[in-house]
């Protein structure tokens, strides 16, 4: 029976197969090599790409804490109104990856900065993209944890504040508000800036951030239990065909030739390797495929047809495959990892990161402890409970590091955060889809009149955020309506304060 490791990021799962390999958790590639990810980059010209020098260190006054790097934003002027005008700016706080693919991404932002005269700027987090500390150079950045040291959430949040502060010193708009977005650990980044640095943003909008699934506030389980509700309401015979396949993969990959059966059945090149990266590759594929379940096709994560998920039950529920598991695996696995039709084989081994998510690994070792990983005897991956002793020992091995499970809840608040923050928070939206995974560890309920949650019965992982569509449907048009609402409601009341000259 295979055991699963599931290291997960907003990205990055993984599989931990049968005989105990845990490969990196890094970003599932497409296993396409044909695929052209500059053909999306179309809207390369929405902003202009600056960097800022960056302290390295916002929390030690050692002198090496002193070093500096490069850090990367982009910027749009279009719309903004101006320094004169107290027009706002709207700043999205970049994630686990390249900020271009993140910005790209956020058609939200482009879409409103005309309604509100907003500038917009993207800042890219520490040791992704082009923000390499170390003079630029990732693999000395990366090489362990003496220099990965400097990678963490507090870190970034400080950059952010450092950055905006200065760039609104450097526009003279020191009044002009600001706001902040962000999806994913984005969104978990934005909440906890608004949180930390209230004097800097005046709201938040958080998307799809699962601030509470740290230290057991959510269930182990709720991220899988999601996921299996997404595939068994599109069909019970599709959750049961997933279900069993697991042991029939266990089964067939123990007899004889039965591996080179395997390969055939699901197109693997020739590298092919054993039935545990095969169970990971097709639990990556359900996984990413949930969460990037929208109602329109999409190229976020691989290109996909919209409702990808009814796709693939589609797919195991054709009466054409029979009776045959495996043809109606491949036929879910071909929606992910070969929707554009390109692939020629799939590759098991490959790693690429085309939007380098690989830091997270190391995130994923220190603060970002998330409990996503077991399995009731009802999911439709095998039955598993949560081990936190497994995420040890592969952090030990991997960085010769313990990971500090409590520390993220310590620093930003998880436990009974509806009653902390009903005191003390204000202006946060919380989005939340409820087909995404990641849902069970959002804020679902309204915390107070400012601290609202947003729910989408229907909706994915940040899909609020994606550039809208002709064909999108009625309630993610709602969703946005309300957001661009409740932030033109923050921006009135703050043009009042600072209208009212006793406010000072
Ligand atoms: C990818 O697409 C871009 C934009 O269409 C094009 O300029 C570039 O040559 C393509 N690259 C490859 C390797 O096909
Ligand atoms: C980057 O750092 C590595 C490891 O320290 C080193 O081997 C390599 O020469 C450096 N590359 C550059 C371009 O300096
Ligand atoms: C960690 O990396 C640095 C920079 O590449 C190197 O100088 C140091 O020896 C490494 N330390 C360990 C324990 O490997
Ligand atoms: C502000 O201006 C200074 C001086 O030109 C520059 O070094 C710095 O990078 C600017 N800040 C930002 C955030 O661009
Ligand atoms: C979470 O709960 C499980 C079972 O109730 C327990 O074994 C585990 O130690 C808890 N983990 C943490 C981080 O509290
Ligand atoms: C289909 O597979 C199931 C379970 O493997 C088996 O019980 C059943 O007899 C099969 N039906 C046909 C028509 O082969
Ligand atoms: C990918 O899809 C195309 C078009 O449907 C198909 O011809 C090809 O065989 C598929 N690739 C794999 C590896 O299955
Ligand atoms: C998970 O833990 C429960 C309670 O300790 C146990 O009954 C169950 O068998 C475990 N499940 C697995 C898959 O190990």
Same mark, same amino acid.
């Given at each position: 029976?295979?055991?699963?490791?599931?290291?997960?990021?907003?990205?990055?799962?993984?599989?931990?197969?049968?005989?105990?390999?845990?490969?990196?958790?890094?970003?599932?590639?497409?296993?396409?090599?044909?695929?052209?990810?500059?053909?999306?980059?179309?809207?390369?010209?929405?902003?202009?790409?600056?960097?800022?020098?960056?302290?390295?260190?916002?929390?030690?006054?050692?002198?090496?804490?002193?070093?500096?790097?490069?850090?990367?934003?982009?910027?749009?002027?279009?719309?903004?109104?101006?320094?004169?005008?107290?027009?706002?700016?709207?700043?999205?706080?970049?994630?686990?990856?390249?900020?271009?693919?993140?910005?790209?991404?956020?058609?939200?932002?482009?879409?409103?900065?005309?309604?509100?005269?907003?500038?917009?700027?993207?800042?890219?987090?520490?040791?992704?993209?082009?923000?390499?500390?170390?003079?630029? @150079?990732?693999?000395? %950045?990366?090489?362990?944890?003496?220099? *990965? =040291?400097?990678?963490?959430?507090?870190? #970034?949040?400080? !950059? /952010?504040?450092?950055?905006?502060?200065?760039?609104?010193?450097?526009?003279?708009?020191?009044?002009?508000?600001?706001?902040?977005?962000?999806?994913?650990?984005?969104?978990?980044?934005?909440?906890?800036?608004?949180?930390?640095?209230?004097?800097?943003?005046?709201?938040?909008?958080?998307?799809?951030?699962?601030?509470?699934?740290?230290?057991?506030?959510?269930?182990?389980?709720?991220?899988?239990?999601?996921?299996?509700?997404?595939?068994?309401?599109?069909?019970?015979?599709?959750?049961?065909?997933?279900?069993?396949?697991?042991?029939?993969?266990?089964?067939?990959?123990?007899?004889?030739?039965?591996?080179?059966?395997?390969?055939?059945?699901?197109?693997?090149?020739? @590298?092919?390797?054993? %039935?545990?990266?095969?169970?990971?590759? *097709? =639990?990556?594929?359900?996984?990413?495929? #949930?969460?990037? !379940? /929208?109602?329109?096709?999409?190229?976020?994560?691989?290109?996909?047809?919209?409702?990808?998920?009814?796709?693939?039950?589609?797919?195991?529920?054709?009466?054409?495959?029979?009776?045959?598991?495996?043809?109606?695996?491949?036929?879910?696995?071909?929606?992910?990892?070969?929707?554009?039709?390109?692939?020629?084989?799939?590759?098991?081994?490959?790693?690429?990161?085309?939007?380098?998510?690989?830091?997270?690994?190391?995130?994923?070792?220190?603060?970002?402890?998330?409990?996503?990983?077991?399995?009731?005897?009802?999911?439709?991956?095998?039955?598993?409970?949560?081990?936190?002793?497994?995420?040890?020992?592969?952090?030990?091995?991997?960085?010769?590091?313990?990971?500090?499970?409590?520390?993220?809840?310590?620093?930003?608040?998880?436990?009974?955060?509806?009653?902390?923050?009903?005191?003390?928070?204000?202006?946060?939206?919380?989005?939340?889809?409820?087909?995404?995974?990641?849902?069970?560890?959002?804020?679902?309920?309204?915390?107070?009149?400012?601290?609202?949650?947003?729910?989408?019965?229907?909706?994915?992982?940040?899909?609020?955020?994606?550039?809208?569509?002709?064909?999108?449907?009625?309630?993610?048009?709602?969703?946005?309506?309300?957001?661009?609402?409740?932030?033109?409601?923050?921006?009135?009341?703050?043009?009042?304060?600072?209208?009212?000259?006793?406010?000072?």
């Amino acid at each position: 029976m295979a055991i699963w490791v599931v290291v997960v990021w907003f990205a990055a799962l993984t599989q931990l197969s049968s005989s105990s390999i845990i490969t990196s958790p890094g970003f599932p590639s497409p296993a396409i090599k044909s695929v052209n990810h500059s053909k999306s980059k179309s809207k390369a010209k929405l902003y202009e790409e600056k960097f800022y020098t960056q302290i390295l260190d916002h929390f030690n006054y050692n002198p090496p804490s002193y070093h500096t790097f490069q850090q990367r934003y982009l910027i749009n002027h279009k719309h903004w109104g101006g320094a004169a005008n107290n027009s706002p700016i709207f700043v999205y706080t970049g994630n686990e990856g390249d900020i271009e693919w993140f910005a790209q991404n956020t058609g939200f932002m482009f879409e409103t900065a005309p309604l509100f005269n907003a500038l917009l700027v993207f800042i890219e987090h520490r040791f992704y993209g082009k923000s390499i500390p170390f003079g630029g @150079n990732k693999t000395l %950045a990366y090489s362990n944890s003496s220099t *990965l =040291g400097w990678l963490s959430s507090t870190q #970034a949040l400080a !950059d /952010y504040a450092t950055l905006v502060l200065d760039l609104k010193h450097n526009l003279s708009a020191t009044d002009s508000p600001v706001i902040v977005f962000g999806g994913s650990y984005g969104g978990m980044l934005a909440a906890w800036f608004r949180l930390k640095y209230p004097h800097v943003a005046i709201g938040a909008l958080s998307s799809s951030a699962p601030i509470l699934n740290f230290d057991n506030i959510t269930s182990p389980f709720s991220f899988n239990d999601i996921i299996t509700k997404d595939f068994r309401s599109e069909s019970e015979n599709c959750y049961k065909v997933i279900k069993r396949s697991w042991q029939e993969i266990d089964d067939t990959a123990a007899k004889p030739g039965g591996l080179e059966i395997l390969r055939k059945a699901f197109r693997i090149c020739k @590298n092919y390797i054993s %039935a545990g990266y095969l169970e990971g590759w *097709l =639990g990556t594929a359900f996984t990413y495929t #949930a969460m990037t !379940d /929208y109602p329109t096709p999409t190229n976020f994560l691989n290109p996909l047809p919209a409702y990808p998920v009814k796709q693939m039950c589609k797919a195991i529920d054709d009466p054409k495959t029979g009776n045959n598991t495996f043809e109606k695996l491949y036929g879910a696995a071909n929606i992910y990892y070969n929707y554009s039709g390109d692939a020629t084989c799939f590759d098991l081994a490959d790693d690429s990161d085309p939007h380098g998510l690989g830091g997270w690994t190391w995130q994923a070792c220190t603060e970002m402890i998330l409990l996503t990983d077991g399995n009731t005897v009802d999911s439709m991956f095998p039955p598993s409970n949560y081990s936190y002793n497994d995420r040890l020992q592969f952090c030990k091995d991997r960085f010769n590091i313990e990971p500090r499970p409590t520390w993220a809840p310590t620093e930003f608040g998880a436990r009974h955060i509806h009653r902390v923050l009903k005191r003390f928070g204000s202006n946060i939206i919380f989005f939340n889809g409820l087909r995404d995974p990641w849902s069970g560890g959002g804020v679902l309920k309204d915390i107070s009149k400012t601290v609202v949650a947003i729910v989408a019965k229907k909706g994915a992982h940040h899909v609020d955020l994606r550039f809208s569509t002709n064909e999108d449907p009625k309630w993610l048009k709602e969703v946005r309506k309300r957001e661009v609402h409740i932030i033109s409601k923050w921006l009135s009341q703050y043009y009042h304060d600072l209208a009212d000259s006793s406010n000072y």
